[in-house]
Every structure is written in structure tokens, then in C-alpha cells.
């Protein structure tokens, strides 16, 4: 922080680019602030690609200035809007991109996105162009990282959606199964279902079998517990499904709600936009210091510089010690 502040930093950037990639996240704005006015500072002009990868491809952006950047740190979506990229996974997708960096004298970009994104980001990096990556994914499934930015606000949501299915599921004496997004990952599963006190959580990460589920409702029915509310993580498997499972093979009335993309959207809470102003900053001081092929993010409280291949090839396990938690207190 203090080398911001005048530190004897040694500035050789011009002209940096921004750009978010991916599923959205609550936060991509704030990062977005966060690094045009951190570039700002530094006398370094920034833009913004828009549609992410496809916008750099086709040299398609904005100019971002302090000014431009301002009333968005609250805004969830992004407002240089994101796309998957399927020409940017070829070869000659990322050749074009490089080259439009070159003609644009782009000295360096910040890649704002999850796992996907990333690939990309680190990638481009290997061809020589100078690429800083900020954990940016709902899934919270980036190796490295505590908490990726847009987790918490989503977390938050499905906590709130959670709660009020819970009243539904009392006043009704029903069984809920909720289904959260996260499509090889089970944290959100994990922590909004440790937060409104599910009875059963499914993320993919944990094996499960159809019976033991029905065995465990079973159980609970006869220990007179009338409502329960099991969430599952979609890439374990659908509500739909496993709702009709549990009315055909129980007593039971069981339904099903898909909270979709709610979680995707909505205002960042202020621990992402904290997040998000921490990492965007970072991750401008990491370019300006010649860093290059890192993703930017938090880990123990700290900003950490994660080796980019290692963070898109490993896979980030769900935290042991709420697995743990979630045994003795999901009972
Ligand atoms: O990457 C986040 C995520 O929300 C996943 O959990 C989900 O499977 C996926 O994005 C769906 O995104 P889209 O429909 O935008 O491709």
C-alpha cells in the first residue's frame, strides 16, 4: 500500500487492459473501479474490452478514467459485460488477441474471471503478453484462494432464499430440496446450508447414495421431525429429480426450487466489494512490478499472487473444517 503512496515504484506502463470473462460475479464492478483508479494513480491509462475475451479479439472497448468508474463499486453484473469465449480457445483466437494488444500498446491486462478465464488469461501470458488474472467466480472453486469475489453475495442470497423456503417447509410439514449453483463445486451448497441449518446437504464432492438419503429422512420422520430441507449442489445432481425420487420411495410431500440465477446478480455485499477493491489494486501494483502469468486473490487474510497454472489445473477442495462442522452440527 505505501508504495502506492510513493514508494520508490518503478512505473514503465502506459496503457493497461481490463476485462471480465465468464459466468458474471457481484464485485466484477468493483474490481473494475478498483483497477482503473489504482492504474489512475499511477499516471497509467486504462480500457476496458468489452464481452471479455471476444471484445479483445475484435478490439472492441471503452476508455476507463477515475471519473467513468465512479457509482458502479455497488453495482453487481459488469459493466464491460462477459461472454465464454469460443474462439479465444484456439490458437488463432489468441494470436488475434495478441495482436490487437500490440496495436492498441497495451502493456498489460487484468483478467477478471474464474477458472475458464483464466486458462485464457494464462495463456495469452505464455505468448508474452503480460497478464494478471483476480479470482472472480461464484463457485469459489479457484485453487489458492479462501474466497473468490461474487461467492459471498451469492452465499448471502441462498441463504436468504433458503430461509424463507424453511418457513414454507414448517408451516406445510414438507420436505424442500433446494438447488444451488455450482457445477463441480459444493461450496455454496456447503456454507449456505451451514448458515440456515439445512438437514442435508449434497455437494459433488461428497459421494451420497439415493437410499441413504431416504434411510436418513426415514429415520427423522420416525424421531417425529416433520420438515426438512436438503440442498444440492447442481453439479451433484437436480432437484427435480431427487424430489420425485423422495415422493415415490416416502410419505412424504416433497418439491423442489432451483434458485437459478438470483445468485449470479444483485448489489456485491461489502465483503466482495472489499474483496474486489483489494485485488483490483493488487493486481495493477503486480503488472506495474513486470509480474505476469499470476491470478490475484486472498488467502489467510492476506493478498496472495497465486501461480496461475497451478491455481487452473488444481482443484480447490471444499474447507475441511466445515466439512467437519457440517457432521457434527447437520445431525
Ligand atoms: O461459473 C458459475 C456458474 O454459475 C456455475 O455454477 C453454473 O453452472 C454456470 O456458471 C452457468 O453459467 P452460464 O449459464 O452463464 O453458462
Known sequence: MDRLAGGPLQVTMRRIGILTSGGDASGMNAAIRAVTRTAASMGVAAIGFERGFDGLMTDTWIELNARSVSGIVELGGTILKT?????????????????????????????????????????????????????????????????????????????????????????????????????????????ASLATGADIVLPPELPFSLPAVITRLRDDIMARKKHHVIVIAEGAGRAQDLAAYINANLPVECR??????????????RFDRILASISGEAAVVALSENRSGIIVGMRDGHVVLQDALEAVTRRSPLRPELVKLLGRVSI
Open 83 to 191: 461472454a465464454r469465449s469460443e474462439l479465444f480457445r484456439t490458437e488463432d483466437g489468441r494470436s488475434q488477441a495478441a495482436a490487437v494488444l500490440r496495436h492498441d500498446g497495451v502493456d498489460g491486462l487484468v483478467v477478471i474471471g474464474g477458472n475458464g478465464s483464466q486458462t485464457g488469461g494464462y495463456q495469452l501470458s505464455r505468448m508474452g503478453v503480460p497478464v494478471v488474472g483476480v479470482a472472480s467466480t461464484i463457485d469459489n472453486d479457484m485453487y489458492g484462494f479462501d474466497y473468490t469475489i461474487g461467492f459471498d453475495t451469492a452465499v448471502n442470497t441462498a441463504v436468504d432464499a433458503i430461509d424463507r423456503i424453511r418457513d414454507v417447509a414448517e408451516s406445510h410439514d414438507r420436505v424442500f430440496v433446494v438447488e444451488v449453483m455450482g457445477r463441480d463445486n459444493g461450496s455454496i451448497a456447503l456454507e
Open 256 to 269: 423442489a426450487t432451483v434458485l437459478g440465477y438470483v445468485q449470479r446478480g444483485g448489489s456485491p455485499t
